[in-house]
């Protein structure tokens, strides 16, 4: 028996509830062919003792649609150790797109030079084949294009017939491989939606033999964090589809102490049956657009009516005054993470509160100027969490890791800003940190958070586990040496202690070097 690559007494964590266990592992072509304690010959043999080899990692929630498409190389992600990415996250996928969901989109691809239009997930698809990825990508139907393209930006109920629009281009996107529905429900047009609404399309996905995942930004992570919850668990109950909260957290300093609410809540609907997952990302700060956080009714309409409401009178005065109810405190907790406008980059880095006091200006001022010379894109991080909830979120049971981020490289277009470092630290950070130093969870089961779990709830067919016949997304890392090296300002420093990566069969890291290869697959 001969393999293309012999990866030899590894310490082997299969992505199940196994024991590690000392093996060998044989390759050929983009499979497993061996799993077991015999040696054979092959083209490349790789020595892995004292290493750990495991299936590569699943990155459950990313937002790469865009990003993949400008440069396919998907560096950040793979010196993670991450081999596949579910994108489509929060309410916004790459499909399907017309209507005022694809005016809403077109800075999006003009900032990474997308000349491509389309309209369904098998354009999209087949756009993304011919430029080729260095991971796998699967994706979920983001409800804010099924919204956005046949209601548009307004704030009301969707009609009936409008529901039965929404409903045809779901049919369609998961016939096309979409692996359930996604929402954004503190993002425009999703906020506009009722649970009547996300219920009727929720359902679909038990339609013609889905088993899709009703994935879900919720209204609140705050103030009505309880609430939100309840309305995600009952979308899914009477649907009788699997429920993933994404990003779980409990946000506002004022909102902590309901930590044990959410995690009896989380029980009780486990011990009841309700298939329930979630996932975060290892830090104690969010990340997403300034603009999040104007008032509903500032976004009604679209961009540029939110543009002109920031401008105008009447509006901007309304605008103004909700801005206010912010403290210093929370002003202090808000980065600028990335802006259009060269003139403007300098503030990159640097808090609302400190840029507020080097320009004269009081921060409500300062973010009402910036969204409108930057057109609404302006990044941000928000630190609002606790760090000893982060701790209990990441215990829960089913809870996976999911970066929040997109596949970025080291230089070229997707090289900009101070993004959140969790989109190039997130995985090393959470074995190394949170699992090897404070001893969290115990490896295998941590392992399994990455890997096996993520597969199974998202039909990742073949994928998740060290098994022959299945797919050869391996990792090999250095459990002493994993760590994140990446910071809020130096948001692309490197990770350590992924040694080998093997997408598809093929290496993309190799002795700890990217090797350049794009041996990504769509995963539909």
Same mark, same amino acid.
Request: charged share 25%; proline share 4%.
């Given at each position: ?151 548009? *930006? ?27 529905? +996604? ?19 929720? +359902? ?21 964090? %309880? ?20 990003? %779980? ?12 609410? %959410? ?7 486990? +011990? ?19 603009? &999040? %956080? ?114 970025? &490289? ?68 250095? *459990? ?45």
């Amino acid at each position: 028996m001969s393999f293309d690559y012999f990866i030899k007494d590894g310490i082997v964590i299969d992505g199940s509830v196994s024991d590690p266990a000392e093996a060998n592992i044989g390759i050929k072509g983009d499979r497993i062919a061996y799993v077991g304690s015999e040696v054979f010959d092959a083209d490349k043999v790789i020595d892995a003792r004292d290493l750990f080899v495991s299936p590569g990692f699943i990155d459950t929630h990313g937002h790469s649609e865009f990003t993949l498409l400008a440069d396919g190389r998907a560096e950040t992600k793979l010196l993670q150790g991450v081999t596949t990415e579910i994108n489509g996250n929060c309410g916004l996928s790459a499909a399907p797109l017309s209507g005022e969901a694809l005016e809403a989109r077109e800075d999006d691809l003009g900032e990474y030079g997308i000349r491509e239009r389309w309209h369904t997930f098998s354009e999209y698809f087949h756009l993304l084949e011919e430029r080729r990825t260095g991971l796998n990508f699967a994706t979920l139907c983001g409800h804010g294009n099924l919204r956005g393209s046949v209601v548009g *930006y307004r704030d009301r109920e969707a009609t009936e017939d409008e529901i039965i629009r929404m409903e045809v281009l779901l049919r369609r996107s998961l016939k096309e491989g979409a692996k359930g529905l +996604s929402t954004g429900l503190i993002y425009p047009p999703g906020m506009y939606a009722g649970t009547r609404e996300l219920g009727r399309l929720a +359902s679909l996905l038990r339609e013609d033999g889905h088993d899709g995942v009703y994935a879900t930004h919720m209204r609140s992570e705050g103030d009505d964090l %309880l609430g939100s919850v309840r309305e995600a668990l009952k979308i899914g109950r009477e649907g009788g589809v699997k429920v993933h909260i994404s990003h %779980l957290k409990t946000a506002g300093e004022k909102n902590w102490g309901k930590i044990e609410g %959410l995690i009896g809540l989380i029980g009780e609907s486990l +011990s009841a049956g309700v298939p329930l997952t979630c996932d975060r990302y290892p830090y104690v700060a969010s990340g997403t657009g300034l603009d &999040s %956080l104007l008032p509903g009714w500032a976004h009604d309409g679209g961009a540029e009516e939110t543009l002109r409401k920031l401008r105008e009178g009447g509006a901007a005065e309304r605008i103004r005054g909700f801005l206010k109810s912010y403290d210093d405190n929370y002003w202090r907790g808000i980065i600028i993470a990335s802006l259009g406008r060269e003139e403007n980059r300098w503030m990159e880095g640097k808090s609302v509160s400190l840029i507020s006091e080097m320009r004269g200006v009081a921060p409500v001022d300062l973010v009402m100027g910036l969204l409108i010379e930057e057109r609404l894109r302006v990044g941000a991080v928000f630190f609002s969490m606790s760090e000893e909830n982060l701790r209990k979120i990441l215990c829960l049971p089913n809870a996976m890791i999911g970066s929040d981020s997109s596949v970025r &490289s080291f230089s070229g277009i997707t090289r900009h800003g101070k993004p959140h470092p969790r989109g190039v630290g997130s995985f090393p950070r959470f074995l190394g940190r949170y699992v090897r130093d404070d001893a969290l969870l115990p490896l295998p089961e941590a392992i399994r958070r990455l890997t096996g779990l993520p597969a199974g709830t998202f039909g990742l067919y073949l994928r998740g586990l060290i098994r022959e016949g299945y797919f050869a997304d391996v990792a090999v890392f250095d *459990y002493n040496v994993i760590s994140d090296n990446a910071s809020y300002q130096d948001p692309f420093s490197r990770p350590e202690g992924v040694v080998y990566l093997f997408v598809n069969g093929i290496p993309v890291v190799y002795e700890s070097g990217l090797t350049g290869s794009l041996p990504g697959r769509i995963l539909h």
